[in-house]
């Protein structure tokens, strides 16, 4: 059965700061990673995919995957009230459905 | 572009009843197309997913089903809808960018109420 983990949070930080949000997966197979945002009632948006060992960049965001450690976070910098969501990493493969972690809830106060 | 459409937004049916919900998507041919579930609270658990037309996998035994009776046309469906059916239905649709590399986008979502 193949498993994504993320701590269920709250994760509570003030705005400006640093969110670290984190993900482990249980495949060692599995090739694609991704962070998607969902807010309350909303549907999940993609914010950001990695394939490759080390950091990505986007903006605000960085996502960094450690195959070896099966082990993905997403890091949000300067931190904004609006980034307060429900985070959602998935992990995937050619050719099968991504499977998802239950989300990390981020709640950034001002 | 590309675009998913997912109907209706909102419904509320009575236990027993059947159930239809549709997606469409425009702008891709042969998506791989996907229903998720998400019971309140909770994570997105993966319903069905469709690598072609007439071609479905279940990944949980339920009272739902899943036809593709066109390429961009993914429908879910209930003969007799149990109160635990009740959450947010999400279609989605994924594309292949590259070896390991696909992308899922979602449609809006149909918050399903079983009374």
């Known amino acids: 059965q193949k498993e994504v983990e993320q701590n269920s949070g709250p994760l509570s930080v003030p705005e400006g700061a640093i969110a670290s949000l984190n993900c482990t997966y249980s495949d060692r197979v599995s090739q694609s990673f991704f962070w998607y945002r969902q807010y309350s009632g909303k549907s999940p948006e993609l914010i950001m995919s990695?394939?490759?060992?080390g950091d990505k960049e986007d903006g605000r965001f960085t996502a960094q995957l450690n195959k070896a450690s099966q082990y993905v976070s997403l890091l949000i910098r300067d931190s904004q009230p609006s980034d307060s969501a429900t985070y959602l990493c998935?992990?995937?493969?050619?050719?099968?459905?991504?499977?998802f972690g239950k989300g990390t809830t981020l709640s950034v106060s001002s | 572009s590309q675009t998913i459409h997912q109907w209706p937004a909102t419904l509320v049916q009575p236990v027993g009843s059947p159930l239809s919900l549709e997606c469409t998507v425009e702008g891709t041919s042969n998506p791989n197309l996907y229903w998720y579930r998400q019971a309140a609270g909770r994570g997105l658990q993966l319903l069905f997913y469709?690598?072609?037309?007439?071609?479905i996998s279940s990944e949980v035994p339920q009272n739902l089903s899943a036809s593709r009776p066109q390429d961009r046309q993914f429908i879910l469906s209930s003969k007799k809808l149990l109160l635990s059916d009740s959450g947010f239905y999400l279609c989605?649709?994924?594309?292949?960018?590259?070896?390991?590399?696909?992308?899922?986008?979602f449609g809006q979502g149909t918050r399903l109420t079983v009374v």
């Open positions: 998935a992990v995937g493969q050619a050719g099968t459905a991504l499977i």
């Open positions: 989605a649709w994924s594309v292949i960018r590259g070896p390991g590399d696909t992308e899922a986008f």
């Open positions: 990695i394939y490759s060992n």
């Open positions: 469709s690598v072609g037309i007439g071609q």
